[in-house]
């Protein structure tokens, strides 16, 4: 029997097993949608009638299995009802294809998240494909939600309890193999094999997966209550109830009815409606979008970079060196001191060793690093990134010398946090062809690269940078060159202001806890420490010179004391074993905290509505992409400008004047929110 639908189809296959393949029309990834779970519980039905051997479910596109439900269902706002009838509907499909009386098996390749996994684990068996792409997990955390599919109650009896919920609970993805080791998947083969391996299965079908009876033994009812108790506090480190309640929804659904299959489905129905329709999901789905509108800025563009030449092996020009070999390209890296290159090498192959695990993939990948301390193959590069220190005269010497030797059709790039392009291009024969790559620290972690545009620079050249950028798998932001760009622009007053606090006497600690409390993932004076208190010195000298900063006598003192923070030993904070040793403070007092905010987070936000308004970025949810990839400003916000607009425009320029009154100037509203203001919400 063949069948042929607008999202499924289904056929059976020379060796008499049934295939079930999903190819989501009119969309480069599957993602399910109402129309393609009813279409699917349909299918089911003629497949049950058919009543083949066996049947596989493999996706028909390249991109992956399936990427989960389609995340424009839940923005903006849907009615509950709506939501719940969704969950319903992806629920029933799980149930029958779950129900059909003959093997089944999931065929993986590439993403497998959210309602994917959770059509998957209602299949008796699970191959993956063992390459990179391969990604399995239930991310919706990440969403302000938790699995709605069946996806707790059947990860839950795969793995056992504590195994999924921290699956669940932190939402990250497993290759193939990994996910084999824990049960997820059953096989994990190359992909020339995964065929063979699919019809030898259903040949002779294995006894299921079961957890191990301490995995058993932890969904007893009298432990239950214990063990969730223990979840919750630690979920509430990184993740408080108030501002990220679905991590919390999810432990409790699992404690209330952990043992008992049906009532846990429709719990969590029921617990996936609420979240939905909550600020917090709805504002985790927004930045959802603005990461895929980041990532589509370079859709369609080529970079042309094969070899990439990296000046500086300092931790950033060593880590951007690291990571650019990591991800395929051939690099060359110079410094005037071999011990410098010796040590950037080190911490590369040990970023090879924990990402690539291979160690022939590793061997590669350090094959693919070169030191060239003399410059000698700067000259074939078809990217050159500057990464030294943040000094105006010493990066004009560096390209009077270097750009006579570039390939006529090479990018020039620097790694300033800071320092506007125009300052930089007055020595070069062809400005155009300078941008700005401004990676943030730690290279390998952190997400977002500003992407320069000086006032001489070829459009070419920057759409090549956003291509390029991307291509490393990082989000690229456009930004117009100014002091500071947009992130290190809008943390600086922050930072500044946390510095003010402390002078005032306010303990380092309370400053940030007040921070962590707003949301932000660390506090401004633990951030400044770690970042060193003599880069922040130099960069917030730029930006008073350029916007008229005052720059605290606290922060010059500390420098010029040598205590620059985490890497020498001493800052504001005594550093031990790279952690900072912080004194026990009573529980301070909620006005007390919520002034402490204020002073913190207006700085930001009025110095993020400047930015706005001088052009710095295109627009406010650019702006706010940046600040949340750019330093972690509290996802669950939305954003520094959704925040405000949510906030009210009106009560913030209030409480600014008020804030100027008692503190200075530094707190009057910037001209810019008045055209904030006209707009609608």
Not at 179 to 197: T, Y
Not at 250 to 263: E, N, S, T
Not at 325 to 344: F, H, K, N
Not at 366 to 379: N, Q, S, W
Request: proline share 7%.
């Amino acid at each position: 029997m063949n069948r042929q639908g607008t999202h499924w189809r289904y056929a059976r296959r020379e060796d008499g097993f049934g295939e079930l393949v999903i190819d989501v029309a009119g969309r480069s990834a599957n993602v399910l949608t109402p129309e393609v779970l009813e279409e699917l519980l349909a299918l089911l039905e003629a497949v049950r009638e058919d009543a083949p051997p066996g049947l596989v479910l493999r996706s028909g596109k390249p991109s992956g299995f399936i990427a989960g439900a389609d995340v424009h269902r839940f923005a903006p706002l849907p009615p509950r009802d709506e939501v719940l009838a969704f969950i319903h509907l992806g629920q029933r499909a799980a149930d029958a294809l779950e129900a059909l009386p003959f093997p089944t098996l999931a065929l993986v390749r590439g993403f497998c998240l959210g309602g994917g996994l959770e059509l998957a684990l209602a299949c008796d068996y699970r191959i993956a494909c063992d390459d990179e792409r391969t990604r399995l997990g239930l991310p919706e955390v990440r969403l302000g939600i938790h699995p709605g599919f069946g996806g707790t109650a059947r990860l839950v009896r795969l793995l056992g309890s504590l195994p999924a919920l921290q699956l669940m609970l932190t939402g990250r993805t497993l290759r193939a193999r990994p996910a084999q080791r824990v049960g997820l998947v059953d096989q994990a083969v190359p992909e020339r094999l995964l065929e063979v391996a699919a019809a030898e299965l259903l040949r002779r079908p294995p006894a299921k997966h079961r957890p191990s009876r301490w995995a058993r033994w932890s969904a007893l009812p009298p432990v239950r209550p214990v063990l969730g108790a223990w979840l919750h506090r630690q979920v509430a480190r990184k993740a408080p109830r108030r501002h990220y309640p679905a991590p919390h929804a999810l432990i409790d659904l699992w404690v209330r009815h952990g043992g008992r299959f049906r009532d846990l489905l429709a719990a969590e129905a029921e617990s996936v409606a609420d979240l939905v329709t909550g600020e917090t999901a709805q504002n985790l789905v927004r930045v959802f979008f603005l990461q895929e509108r980041l990532k589509g800025l370079a859709k369609g563009r080529e970079h042309g970079i094969a070899h990439v030449h990296v000046v500086g092996a300092g931790v950033m020009g060593g880590d951007i060196a690291a990571w650019c070999a990591l991800r395929g390209l051939r690099v060359t890296l110079q410094d005037q001191d071999p011990e410098r290159i010796a040590a950037a090498v080190g911490r590369a192959a040990a970023l090879f060793r924990k990402r690539l695990r291979d160690p022939r993939r590793v061997t590669a990948a350090l094959d693919r690093l070169v030191p060239d301390p003399d410059a000698a193959f700067a000259g074939h590069a078809d990217l050159v990134v500057e990464a030294i220190f943040e000094d105006r005269e010493a990066k004009r010497r560096l390209y009077a010398v270097l750009e006579p030797r570039l390939k006529p059709e090479a990018l020039l790039a620097t790694n300033t946090s800071s320092i506007p392009l125009e300052e930089l291009a007055t020595v070069l024969q062809r400005p155009e062809r300078l941008i700005g790559l401004h990676f943030f620290n730690p290279v390998a972690k952190m997400q977002l690269v500003e992407v320069v545009r000086g006032a001489h620079a070829d459009p070419g050249a920057i759409e090549r940078g956003l291509a390029f950028v991307r291509a490393l798998d990082r989000l690229p932001l456009p930004v117009a060159s100014r002091p500071g760009f947009l992130v290190n622009r809008v943390l600086m007053p922050y930072l500044l202001e946390a510095v003010e606090l402390v002078e005032e006497g306010v303990p380092p600690e309370l400053v940030d806890h007040a921070a962590r409390d707003f949301g932000m993932p660390m506090g401004p004076i633990e951030l400044a420490d770690t970042v060193g208190l003599d880069i922040c010195l130099h960069v917030a000298e730029i930006l008073g010179e350029a916007f008229g900063l005052a720059v605290p006598d606290r922060l010059r003192a500390l420098v010029e004391d040598g205590r620059v923070g985490r890497k020498r030993g001493r800052g504001f904070y005594t550093w031990r074993r790279g952690k900072p040793m912080r004194h026990r403070l009573p529980r301070p007092d909620p006005a007390r905290l919520g002034e402490l905010q204020e002073r913190l987070v207006d700085r930001m936000l009025n110095e993020a509505v400047a930015c706005l308004r001088e052009g710095v970025v295109a627009d406010a949810d650019l702006l706010d992409a940046g600040m949340i990839f750019g330093t972690g400003f509290a996802p669950f916000r939305g954003g520094p400008m959704h925040y405000a607009q949510t906030r009210g425009v009106e009560d913030l320029e209030t409480r600014m004047h008020d804030l100027a009154a008692r503190y200075g100037a530094r707190f009057l509203p910037d001209d810019g929110w008045n055209r904030l203001r006209r707009q609608p919400g």
